[in-house]
């Protein structure tokens, strides 16, 4: 279990970034699902133990990895938003320097344990290419096999989906939810179909406070029967969305296709009924929330 306590985190400026998270985090993979700004990075840093927090508690297994760092790192897998690789090594060659790097310890040699991740992560077959001629796909499972070295506890992937297309994405998935079944993993997106698709509990986090902690079903069952999904056309769409709560707008065949959110159930002539998905909760619930709300005490301390 991962247990974040009245986490606080205020840069220069000063931003809060974190206005107090409290977490917990149990084995498997759970998701950390905001918009751009919303302190997702700045979470993820402090538990990689590259951030310190301005006050709060992180533990992982009893382990005080706010005090300790150093006790964490052995147990840790981290793959960041911006992963630097060296574009002219091999993947091999780039890995064996990543775990040189982490100090990962390998009773077969660490060429042999570098030749086992690759395998895990789908790679045996580019292992002598070089590093630039992988796709984002293939990059980013060369990051989940060093962050797998070492078989850490708590496996962190930050934004690990942005930029892969629709096929990468999948297989991506896959390799994750196989990792995450021996394991924590916390991913870290803005995409809620990474969400829909792995986490069977995430938190949602807005403007560095965690505004709710829910499931994919739960947070769908929680607006059962309130979604209707009609035409509006292009001239009458800025009066419509005067007058009704809109959760997805999208051009289908050229036309506006509008989903609005109606719990009393009077809606337009030619809305129809229909089920909820993830992406419309997410909306409501981005939209329930005020973005700015009084800071707690740690920060005016810090201020
Ligand atoms: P996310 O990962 O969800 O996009 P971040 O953790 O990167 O969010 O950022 C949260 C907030 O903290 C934003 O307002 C961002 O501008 C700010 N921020 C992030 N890093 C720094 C920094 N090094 N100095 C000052 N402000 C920062």
Redesign the pocket.
């Known amino acids: 279990m991962l247990t974040l306590r009245n986490l606080v985190?205020v840069?220069?400026?000063p931003?809060?970034?974190?206005r107090g998270v409290d977490l917990e985090i149990p084995r498997g993979m759970f998701g950390l699902l905001?918009?751009?700004?919303?302190?997702?990075?700045?979470?993820?840093?402090i538990l990689a133990g590259l951030l310190e927090p301005t006050s709060g508690e992180v533990t992982l297994e009893g382990m005080d990895l706010v005090r300790h760092p150093e006790q964490l790192r052995p147990h840790l897998g981290y793959l960041p938003?911006e992963f630097g690789f060296y574009p002219y090594l091999s993947g091999q060659d780039m890995l064996l320097y990543l775990l040189r790097l982490k100090g990962v310890s390998a009773p077969q040699g660490l060429p042999t344990l570098c030749a086992e991740l690759l395998e895990r992560v789908n790679l045996t077959f580019a292992a002598k290419r070089k590093v630039k001629e992988y796709s984002g796909g293939m990059r980013q499972r060369l990051g989940i096999a060093q962050a797998l070295a070492g078989n850490p506890k708590l496996i962190i992937v930050?934004?690990p989906t942005a930029g892969l297309d629709p096929e990468e994405r999948l297989r991506f998935y896959r390799l994750l939810a196989e990792v995450a079944s021996e394991r924590t993993v916390l991913l870290?997106t803005?995409i809620v179909e990474d969400v829909a698709m792995l986490c069977p509990r995430f938190a949602v986090?807005r403007a560095?406070r965690v505004v709710a902690i829910t499931s994919p079903t739960e947070a769908k069952a929680a607006i059962q029967g309130t979604l209707f999904e009609g035409s509006v056309p292009p001239a009458q769409m800025a009066a419509f969305q005067q007058a009704h709560r809109i959760t997805q707008a999208v051009l289908f065949e050229g036309r506006n296709r509008v989903r609005i959110h109606a719990p009393s159930g009077a809606v337009p002539a030619g809305f129809e009924h229909v089920p909820p998905t993830l992406e419309d909760a997410y909306h409501l619930l981005m939209r329930d929330v005020p973005a700015e709300s009084p800071a707690p005490a740690a920060l005016e301390v810090a201020r």
């Open positions: 985190k840069y220069p400026g931003v809060a970034a974190l905001g918009p751009n700004g919303a302190g997702k990075s700045t979470l993820m840093k938003q930050d934004e870290s803005h986090i560095g």
